[in-house]
């Protein structure tokens, strides 16, 4: 028997709709799910026919808010019904677990389970059946593995810890910078690390971008830009491009690292020069 | 009065249809979300509309971004090196391709029932997307074109990457729509659209206003309105956005009229011999619009061949910057159309931020003396299953429009 599977669209860009559809299985993977409803995919219902579904997995994109229209009923009310029956609710992207960007505009948007980082009202009673991969959007092979398995180890955030136990900072190709406390100074540039003026979250935000890679190839860190915490209930902080610092030392530590151990690595590592690591790998010429 | 709910158009909106009988004399177009982009960025950091304004749309994020960077240049008064001019067109080209693929069939073939091959579509659009995201490190949401160029510094490494995978993606588009070499000879899933189309009665069907509007300029469009063939160029100062009392979507013309844009109107700029015949078989119908927009994927794959091929590793990726206070106002092509962003920004932060999106040109809510293009297309017909599908051949996106 194949699981039916409902993908139901909150408050939303529509981002992790497509995102998903990057993954380099779908054909197959779709296979294994009998599509009773998606925002883009081929499915047997239509919006207006969805509060009669009865799906296995509920799929919730955006965020949650009262008086949302979703054709002729409430998005809150349909929420409600499409849960209460599924065996499973995969929340997918950041608006979906935590409320997401667009609180910053209407308060009254929340996550499945937490609004920003608090529970929600409806926390204890979905809590036992709900897995959340947030991202903004969520990388296509974590919506597939959130999907597929049903036996995960969550951490607080409901977060399943195969794919949010790393940082971004894990795998990243810019590392050995900084390790060595050697500063991107700019953008445009494969050479430095953007962590301590160009507003890096990497170390220190839970997710998978560096090891298992976005469209198979690459990452923001990797192509120069900064990570933004997008997987965090914080996302979006302010001041994005710019690492908040205190007397030149970054505000926000490496996840786990105490401040005096970060201060006697980094005292040692900068007293080192290390010309291989202040020169271009590659010059064109 | 009869309301339709239309879905899965990035979002929903509702048609509200005024007739007489059968005939369809009045229809409106009416969209009910609302997030709050251009509040959300009031008071931020300018350099944070980098990340914010991409979260407009899931589809066609990467033109916002590139419109907000584009933006904020004009304002700081500096241009950006050729090849991030040239890198920047490739990974926009690619959004506009993946879009359009998606449109072609999981919206057109879709609702038209035909058959397709589901597994090469998409695979082509994943490739399409990782071409992409060799430039911008992911995609959807990427961040990668900032004031002063682009983040990312590719090597000769993978510029051949890149040409491979464009390779595949050519010999992909082949498989579902033949070489577009004679436009009388369609082939494979063009010649399906059209016999479809033409067993129905439709070729000719949803007419517009035959006014078209491009405010871009890059390596493939120039800013300019087309009337009767001719074209005049245009500015942005012309352009009026008017809000509705009863849809989040607010109406937008240029010069007091309406006009349509997206890949017809790109197209039709150029004597390009395949569109203007049908173009002048059957004007600017349902089916123009069509097979404007697959041909216009045949197009772009060309030039993302080119500009690969012109990258000079060499120049900067990004150029020195001086950031400034100020107000701008920019426009960029974006899959459904021309795109335009403005701004004030004041002490570096952003004081006003105004969006108008391709599907605000095309679906704006006139008057039977002055329509917009959609009206114009709709009024007369007797079946709202064909508005339907005239309303989807304009590839409508909900999100984008209210933003």
Redesign the interface.
């Known amino acids: 028997m194949k699981n039916r599977l409902v993908w139901l669209?909150g408050?939303?860009?529509?981002?992790?709709?497509?995102?998903f559809?990057?993954?380099?299985t779908?054909?197959s993977f779709l296979q294994t799910f009998e599509i009773l409803y998606h925002?883009?995919?081929?499915s047997l219902l239509?919006?207006?026919q969805l509060p009669d579904a009865n799906p296995d997995i509920l799929v919730v994109e955006g965020g949650l808010r009262r008086g949302?229209?979703?054709?002729?009923t409430d998005l809150f009310d349909l929420f409600m019904v499409l849960a209460q029956r599924a065996k499973r609710v995969v929340v997918v992207g950041s608006c979906a677990v935590y409320g997401g960007?667009?609180k910053?505009?209407?308060q009254e948007i929340t996550g499945v389970l937490f609004d920003k980082e608090k529970k929600s009202k409806l926390y204890d009673q979905f809590s036992h059946k709900t897995i959340n991969i947030p991202g903004?959007?969520a990388n296509p092979e974590w919506i597939a593995f959130g999907l597929e398995s049903d036996t995960m180890h969550l951490d607080d955030l409901h977060r399943p810890k195969e794919l949010f136990a790393v940082t971004v900072h894990s795998g990243c190709t810019r590392n050995e910078y900084f390790e060595w406390k050697v500063d991107a100074k700019?953008?445009?540039?494969?050479e430095g690390c953007l962590f301590y003026e160009q507003g890096c979250q990497g170390p220190y935000t839970h997710g998978s971008?560096n090891t298992i890679l976005?469209?198979?190839?690459?990452?923001?860190?990797?192509?120069?830009?900064p990570c933004?915490g997008?997987t965090e209930p914080t996302f979006?902080q302010?001041?994005?491009?710019?690492t908040k610092t205190y007397m030149g030392i970054p505000a926000k530590m490496p996840l786990g690292v105490p401040k005096r151990a970060y201060l006697t690595i980094t005292g040692v590592a900068k007293s080192f020069f290390i010309p291989r690591l202040n020169k271009r790998l590659?010059d064109?010429? | 009065m009869k309301i339709d709910l239309l879905e899965k158009i990035e979002g929903e909106a509702y048609l509200e249809f005024k007739t007489d009988g059968d005939e369809i004399v009045d229809v409106r177009v009416l969209f009910p979300h609302f997030r709050g982009v251009e509040n959300i960025l009031v008071g931020k950091d300018a350099w944070d509309a980098l990340v914010i304004n991409p979260r407009v749309c899931g589809i066609c994020g990467h033109a916002h971004l590139q419109a907000t960077a584009s933006l904020l240049e004009s304002i700081y008064r500096i241009e950006i090196t050729q090849k991030a001019q040239l890198i920047r067109e490739i990974t926009r080209f690619c959004e506009i391709i993946q879009n359009h693929l998606k449109w072609c069939y999981l919206v057109i073939f879709q609702e038209l029932q035909i058959p397709y091959d589901f597994t090469t579509m998409h695979q082509t659009i994943a490739l399409v997307n990782k071409l992409l995201a060799l430039f911008s490190g992911q995609w959807p949401h990427s961040a990668y074109a900032i004031p002063g160029g682009v983040t990312c510094d590719p090597t000769a490494l993978d510029i051949v990457k890149a040409k491979q995978i464009r390779a595949q993606i050519q010999s992909n588009i082949f498989k579902l729509f033949g070489s577009f070499e004679d436009p009388k000879k369609l082939e494979k899933d063009l010649k399906k659209l059209y016999e479809t189309l033409h067993a129905k009665d439709l070729l000719s069907v949803g007419i517009g206003l035959n006014r078209f509007i491009t405010l871009s300029q890059d390596s493939y469009v120039e800013n300019v309105k087309i009337l009767n063939k001719k074209k005049r160029k245009t500015k942005l100062r012309y352009i009026k956005e008017i809000g509705q009392s009863d849809s989040y979507a607010k109406n937008v013309t240029y010069n007091n009229r309406f006009y349509e844009t997206g890949p017809l109107a790109r197209l039709l700029q150029n004597p390009d011999f395949f569109i203007r015949y049908f173009y002048r078989k059957y004007k600017d119908s349902i089916f123009t619009r069509i097979i404007a927009r697959i041909y216009e994927i045949n197009i772009l794959i060309k030039k993302i061949e080119h500009h690969l091929n012109s990258i000079d590793l060499n120049q900067l990726s990004v150029v020195e910057i001086e950031k400034k206070d100020g107000e701008g106002a920019i426009s960029i092509e974006a899959a459904r159309g021309s795109l335009v962003h403005k701004a004030i920004i004041a002490e570096g932060k952003i004081e006003n931020y105004s969006i108008i999106t391709p599907t605000q040109w095309n679906l704006s809510n006139g008057s039977s003396d002055n329509p917009s293009s959609i009206q114009k297309a709709i009024i007369g017909l007797q079946d709202r299953k064909i508005a339907n599908l005239i309303f989807r051949s304009f590839d409508i996106c909900s999100v984008c429009t209210t933003h």
Do not use: M
């Open positions: 669209q408050v939303t860009c529509n981002g992790n709709s497509h995102s559809l990057n993954l380099p779908l054909s925002p883009l995919l081929p239509t919006l207006e949302w229209p979703k054709a002729d960007i667009f910053e505009y209407d903004c959007p700019g953008f445009g540039l494969k971008c976005w469209n198979e190839i690459n990452s923001k860190t990797r192509s120069g830009t933004f997008c979006p302010k001041d994005l491009f710019k590659i064109e010429d």
